[in-house]
Every structure is written in C-alpha cells, then in structure tokens.
C-alpha cells in the first residue's frame, strides 16, 4: 500500500538557517503530494501541493519538488523564522477525486531566536 | 479559501457520556468528510471515510459502534464518541473534500476530548 516516509524530529534550527525535511513515498499509481503545517492546539494547514513529476509546490518560502525519480519531496526553505515552529507533515493522496490523505509521521520543527 | 469549521475545540466529559463533534464545510459542499485522531507527538491515523448520504468507511481497528459517524448533509458530518472511556481522549480532526477536488482537502481545526 501507499507509504510517506519523514525524516524525524524534532529539527532545532537557529533563525535564517537553512531548512530541509526529508520526504520519501511509495505509492501504486501517481500520486499527488502535500506538505501541511500544524501549530500547537490547532488542525492542519496546508503549505503547498505538487499533483505531477518535476511540479514545484511553493508558498510562505517553502517549497518542494516532486521527484519522480528519486520518489521524494523535500521541504526546503532559506531562511526560517521563528514563527515557523510547528509541526510539518508530508502527504500522498492517489489518483481519484475521493482519495484519502497518508500521511507521513510529522516532523516537529523548533526555531529558536 | 474552502473553509471547515469544527466544534467544540475542546470538550471535556465524565466515562460513560457519549460527546458528538460537528465539522461543517462552510463555502462549499463537501461530498466527502474524513475523521482522523492524532495522538500527542504523532502523526494522524484515518479513522473513517464518509461520503453525503451513505455509511460510512471505517480502518481496520477502528470501532464503528463506538465511533458513530454521520454525514447527513453536504455541509454537516457529525462523529459521536459514545460510552467515553479515559482511553478515547485524544485530538480529534475533521476533513473535507468537494466533488471534482473543490475544496481540495480541508482540515477543521480539530477537538481536543478528555475523558475524566
């Protein structure tokens, strides 16, 4: 069955460090591929999308690119801030309108001043 | 943006009450609703798959009298924890999907349950 694999947290990052998170899948058919933010006490956001091979999802200085190849989608942002500690999770869904999400084991990730 | 609203954002109940928790899709209709439970430092485990008007799809493990889910509407799914014990608290979070991806997948903002 499908699978989303992450790097383990928590990840402690000084401010404007650079950020990467490790994703990895497997997945029968093409897949559409997600990152989601969590903040303490709250649901999901989502951070940004890839539906197809070589697609580059991005948003906030987050982005992640859906390698085929490789069946990975690395987080990666340039700079964080300390708002940006939360948890991230990584997330497949199949192919179909209907499809539930599989998520990855979330990475928790600390930025400190 | 595709909004989902989820109440009550946290509830506390006596073991042995039955407590119901709403997720409502507020600008669109959602045709599919899913109920995860996240346990503390992990990750969401999909409790069950509901579609508008149907029953719904429950995981393996997962304990359909217990977790009573209803998605009468194409706004509105309810889950309903029922005869509470200690061992059910826990966060719990609605999802939503449209028809045709319309509302891609939306989260509400999750209830958190204590069972005393």
């Known amino acids: 069955g499908d699978s989303v694999t992450q790097m383990e947290g928590p990840v402690t990052l000084s401010e404007e460090a650079f950020l990467t998170i490790n994703c990895t899948y497997t997945a029968t058919g093409y897949p559409s591929l997600f990152w989601y933010v969590q903040y303490p006490g709250e649901g999901l956001q989502l951070l940004l999308k890839a539906t197809k091979a070589d697609d580059k999802g991005s948003n906030k200085g987050f982005e992640a690119t859906y390698r085929k190849e490789t069946t990975s989608f690395h987080l990666e942002k340039g700079s964080v801030q300390v708002s940006d500690s939360a948890v991230y999770f990584c997330a497949l869904s199949d192919t179909g309108t209907a499809s539930k999400l599989t998520f990855g084991t979330g990475t928790r990730l600390q930025v400190t001043l | 943006g595709a909004v989902v609203s989820q109440h009550p954002s946290r509830v506390i109940c006596k073991s042995g009450t039955s407590v119901k928790i709403e997720c409502r899709s507020l600008d669109f209709q959602a045709t599919t609703m899913f109920w995860y439970r996240q346990f503390p430092k992990q990750s969401l485990m999909l409790m069950a798959t509901s579609n508008e008007g149907s029953k719904a799809t429950y995981e393996q493990g997962v304990e359909k009298d217990k977790f009573l889910i209803n998605h009468a509407s194409l706004t509105l799914s309810t889950l309903t924890v029922t005869s509470a014990h200690p061992e059910d608290s826990s966060f719990y979070i609605c999802?939503?999907?449209?028809?045709?991806?319309?509302?891609?997948?939306?989260f509400g903002s999750g209830t958190r349950l204590t069972v005393v």
């Open positions: 999802s939503a999907r449209g028809p045709t991806g319309v509302g891609g997948y939306t």
